[in-house]
């Protein structure tokens, strides 16, 4: 089947389509005259596009991707957590109930100077760890909850090996190639490739047969390594169901 375009284009359902042409071509107006097609005709889609996950160090990889949420549960299951009456909110730099009072989980005090803007330093109360240090001794395989956070995605993915819920997502995010990101790595730090293919990890983790997925640029950057494996998993999309465009 294929999507009838009114400008007398189609887009070929269940296929991986490509949008091709010099600069100034009139690739985005495409992408969205296209776009605007799919919401009069109701039809789902997914634009995933290079913007940031988050602006604030409490956006990262783990947090946006949900990966978070479940390493929190584990830590919650423990034996000591439940001893000390730990509840999952505790292992959160976000809640009060486990985080440094200090840089109220943020890891860094913030200065205003009068001419030189904001100046970060690292708090020197938990020394950057983000949390009381009650929360940092409950270890799950020898590791705090810090130390996991510390953990690049490939190294998370062989230490929750055992834990389908958490390696789902992880798995998905080192077949693209962001392995090396730490599960905790600032959203701030992260490129504009890195933050689509995160965005491309959490949707490809809820796929949904039948729906439309976008992308602008989505190998602008890349080594061409990457570019193999990730054209490789949006044919793999595509022969789910899925239809896919992409533009260069």
Not at 29 to 50: A, G, V
Not at 126 to 143: S, T
């Amino acid at each position: 089947g294929a999507y009838k375009l009114n400008f007398g284009s189609e887009i070929i359902s269940g296929k991986l389509n490509a949008v091709c042409g010099r600069s100034s071509a009139g690739k985005k107006d495409f992408l969205n005259s296209y776009i605007k097609e799919l919401e009069e005709k109701s039809i789902t889609y997914e634009k995933i596009d290079r913007s940031p996950i988050g602006r604030t160090s409490r956006s990262n990889p783990a947090t946006y991707t949900g990966v978070f949420d479940k390493i929190r549960d584990l830590f919650a299951a423990t034996d000591e957590a439940k001893k000390r009456g730990f509840s999952k909110s505790h292992f959160s730099f976000n809640g009060e109930a486990g985080r440094c009072p200090k840089c109220e989980g943020g890891g860094v005090i913030e200065t205003g100077m009068k001419f030189m803007g904001s100046v970060e330093t690292v708090c020197d109360k938990c020394n950057g760890k983000r949390f009381i240090d009650e929360v940092l001794e409950v270890k799950v395989e020898g590791l705090s909850i810090y130390d996991v956070l510390n953990l690049t995605v490939s190294q998370a993915l062989d230490f929750f090996k055992e834990n389908k819920l958490i390696t789902k997502t992880l798995d998905i995010m080192a077949r693209l190639g962001i392995g090396y990101l730490l599960l905790g790595q600032p959203s701030s730090t992260l490129s504009g490739g890195e933050a689509q293919r995160i965005k491309l990890a959490l949707w490809l983790s809820k796929i949904k047969e039948n729906s439309v997925l976008i992308f602008e640029e989505p190998t602008a950057g890349l080594h061409p390594a990457d570019i193999e494996k990730f054209v490789g998993i949006l044919k793999s999309v595509a022969k789910s169901g899925v239809t896919v465009l992409a533009s260069d």
